[in-house]
């Protein structure tokens, strides 16, 4: 996180938490307008005459559909088809953005490395250059009222604006700025506008019940693009032509054999279930997925979970665990 936009923060009333998370106190009254700076994602940036075709060989979705204007889900995918990472494409001029948790940004730099040989290609971690703030203005008269094609539009000026409306959260936008733009932004929106400071895990917390599968280092290369929904996010093409894993995302597809998906779900617990969790069938006592990522609202806990897909369609779940708290599934 950039050290100037850092220092903002805490010169404020916000405070630094567990793994960097950005902790504001509780507000004395609650608030439809909320502001998130957002410290779990950060920036790399592939830039170079090159840059679209080293993608090209290696990401899911279709770098020649993404604009200024429309960006895109996708997945950088192993060899065998698992992902290393999800991401948001975005494109910028002649270069591109990725965004990712920030715990991926090495491993997803490295690997990318790889592939560079000769060609005109330069990776930036931008960690330390560009900000990203969540805007999140709920309004009952509009849900519903976001048609698909509209996720992840994208605006361009001195800043960028991704749309991430949906049914399950309207009128919610990331904002990626430099540091003296993040701050102008922050300091307008909560100023002049009554926005609302947020803690960044609740940001989190909106992109799960949105279906906004983020991995983590103990996520990363267990699943197939498809096993995350990715495809159903627009995340995969499947005319773009060969990449890295894409024979065995191509063979899920037309043969339609993905054994896992990926569901919303709840559970009851004061501490959420860390990445990799594993979920147990009540009536096996057996392994039946686990836990993609969970955030906290209160006592109770959201979350993204991969399981078997099961030929009854019914489920009996419960954490593994001290906290065996039983798991329901929710619609996404």
Same mark, same amino acid.
């Given at each position: $996180?950039?050290?100037?936009?850092?220092?903002? *923060?805490? =010169?404020?009333?916000?405070?630094?938490?567990?793994?960097?998370?950005?902790?504001?106190?509780? @507000?004395?009254?609650?608030?439809?307008?909320?502001?998130?700076?957002?410290?779990?994602?950060?920036?790399? +940036?592939? =830039?170079?005459?090159?840059?679209?075709?080293?993608?090209?060989?290696?990401?899911?979705?279709?770098?020649?559909?993404?604009? +200024?204007?429309?960006?895109?889900?996708?997945? *950088?995918?192993?060899?065998?088809? #698992?992902?290393?990472?999800?991401?948001? *494409?975005?494109?910028? $001029?002649?270069?591109?953005?990725?965004? *990712?948790?920030?715990?991926?940004?090495? @491993?997803?730099?490295? #690997?990318?490395? $790889?592939?560079?040989? %000769? =060609?005109?290609?330069?990776?930036?971690?931008?960690?330390n250059k560009l900000c990203l703030i969540g805007l999140y203005h709920p309004d009952s008269q509009l849900s519903g009222l976001h048609p698909p094609e509209n996720l992840f539009a994208t605006t361009q000026n001195d800043y960028i604006s991704v749309d991430f409306s949906s049914m399950q959260t309207p009128n919610r936008y990331l904002i990626i700025a430099e540091a003296d733009k993040a701050i102008a932004i922050w300091s307008e929106r909560v100023g002049n506008q009554g926005f609302q400071p947020e803690n960044? +895990?609740?940001? %989190?917390?909106?992109?799960?019940?949105?279906?906004? @599968?983020?991995?983590?280092?103990?996520?990363?290369?267990?699943?197939? @693009?498809?096993?995350?929904?990715?495809?159903?996010l627009g995340g995969i093409s499947f005319n773009k032509g060969c990449y890295t894993g894409q024979e065995i995302v191509a063979r899920t597809h037309y043969l339609g054999t993905a054994k896992r998906a990926m569901f919303l779900a709840e559970c009851v617990t004061e501490a959420a279930p860390e990445p990799g969790s594993a979920i147990i069938d009540c009536n096996t006592g057996q392994t039946a997925g686990k836990v993609l990522l969970a955030q906290n609202q209160g006592s109770i806990c959201k979350m993204l979970i991969v399981l078997q897909l099961s030929e009854t369609k019914t489920y009996n779940l419960k954490l593994m665990g001290q906290n065996q708290g039983k798991v329901k599934l929710l619609t996404l």
């Open positions: $996180m950039n050290q100037h936009w850092k220092n903002f *923060l805490l =010169s404020g009333t916000a405070i630094l938490g567990k793994d960097d998370c950005i902790v504001f106190p509780e @507000p004395l009254i609650e608030s439809n307008k909320n502001i998130y700076a957002i410290s779990q994602l950060a920036v790399l +940036e592939i =830039s170079g005459k090159d840059a679209a075709a080293l993608l090209q060989g290696q990401i899911t979705c279709n770098i020649n559909d993404i604009t +200024e204007s429309k960006s895109s889900p996708g997945a *950088l995918c192993n060899p065998k088809g #698992r992902a290393i990472a999800t991401f948001l *494409l975005i494109k910028k $001029m002649d270069a591109f953005l990725l965004v *990712l948790p920030a715990q991926l940004v090495t @491993p997803v730099k490295k #690997r990318l490395q $790889m592939y560079i040989l %000769r =060609s005109d290609v330069d990776l930036t971690d931008s960690s960044s +895990e609740q940001w %989190r917390y909106l992109d799960i019940i949105s279906g906004i @599968p983020w991995l983590t280092a103990e996520t990363s290369e267990e699943f197939i @693009p498809q096993m995350l929904n990715l495809d159903k």
